[in-house]
């Protein structure tokens, strides 16, 4: 643990040290898009690189080209007008990776419970959070936790913003606490989700599964499931949402919405 605080210590030095602040046009999405020709602009020997939007005032550490083309570019998680999170809503951000998700749900006043169980990641999102923490009309409360169907332990295999559970322990794993969404509710007195989103690596069923009681008195609201990591996982997973009364209302880039059939 504390080695990996040192690494990513030093990672955070070497960004103020040799950073490329990146401003870009309004963001906020369905106004506009940011160039596709910012990606050629960034400095691919920086482990982190900052991103600071203009507009919105926010900033972020992100490792990859693909954060900043899924959230600005495609914006997954933004393509339906009714599951844009609002104000005072409580948003469920289950494989929260760096939190940018549950920072821009938080800028839009919703109030966010973030999950993510790596410890070098967990970091990071705290380090995010730390940075925008005067500009949100809502909150982020960070839990180091991933969301299954069980109580107890699992081992995780650390590959970034693809770690994801396993069955053994590697060197690559790290082993972390797992809890379910219905536990996780009773403990901490959480009567209505509005909106869970769910990116877990190809455990979105077992996160659903660890839900059943909130599923089944539509306790929750709307999910937004990334449903792309094996075959047919969306078929299983509407499947499976459809025995609860819920009805998949959209499917782009393989991120499907759900909400409940009234």
């Known amino acids: 643990m504390i080695k990996e605080f040192r690494d990513i210590k ?29 990606f050629r602009k960034l400095n691919a020997t920086l482990k982190f690189r900052v991103l600071r939007m203009k507009k919105i005032s926010l900033e972020f550490l992100f490792p990859s080209h ?34 940018v998700y549950s920072i821009l749900s ?21 380090v995010n959070l730390s940075m925008n923490a005067n500009k949100l009309a809502g909150k982020v409360i960070p839990r180091k936790f991933a969301i299954g169907n069980y109580l ?8 970034g913003r693809c770690s994801r559970i396993v069955k053994k322990l590697s060197r690559r794993c790290e082993e ?5 969404i219905d536990e996780f509710c009773r403990r901490n007195d959480i009567k209505f989700i509005n909106l869970m989103k769910i990116d ?3 455990y979105e069923l077992q996160v659903l599964k660890g839900a059943q009681h909130m599923l089944a008195q539509h306790k929750i609201e ?9 075959l047919e ?3 299983i997973v509407t499947r499976y949402l459809e025995k609860y009364n819920y009805k998949k209302v959209l499917t782009r880039s393989s991120v499907s919405y759900y909400e409940v059939k009234f």
Not at 152 to 159: E, H, I, N, S
Request: with cysteine; proline share 4%; hydrophobic share 45%.
């Open 10 to 38: 030093r990672n955070l030095c070497n960004v103020i040290l040799m950073r490329r602040i990146i401003k870009l046009d309004p963001f906020l999405f369905f106004i506009h898009l940011p160039p596709r020709c910012i």
């Open 66 to 99: 693909v954060c900043l083309y899924e959230m600005l570019i495609e914006k997954i998680y933004y393509q339906h007008k009714d599951f844009i999170p609002k104000r005072n809503w409580i948003v469920f951000d289950i494989g929260a990776y760096l939190g």
């Open 106 to 126: 938080a800028y839009m006043g919703a109030i966010v419970y973030a999950f993510e169980p790596i410890l070098e990641n967990y970091i990071l999102l705290l």
């Open 152 to 159: 107890g332990k699992a081992f995780m295999l650390k590959r």
């Open 176 to 180: 972390v606490k797992i809890i379910t």
């Open 200 to 202: 877990t690596e190809g």
């Open 222 to 230: 709307k999910i937004i499931s990334s449903n792309y990591h094996y």
């Open 233 to 235: 996982e969306d078929k």
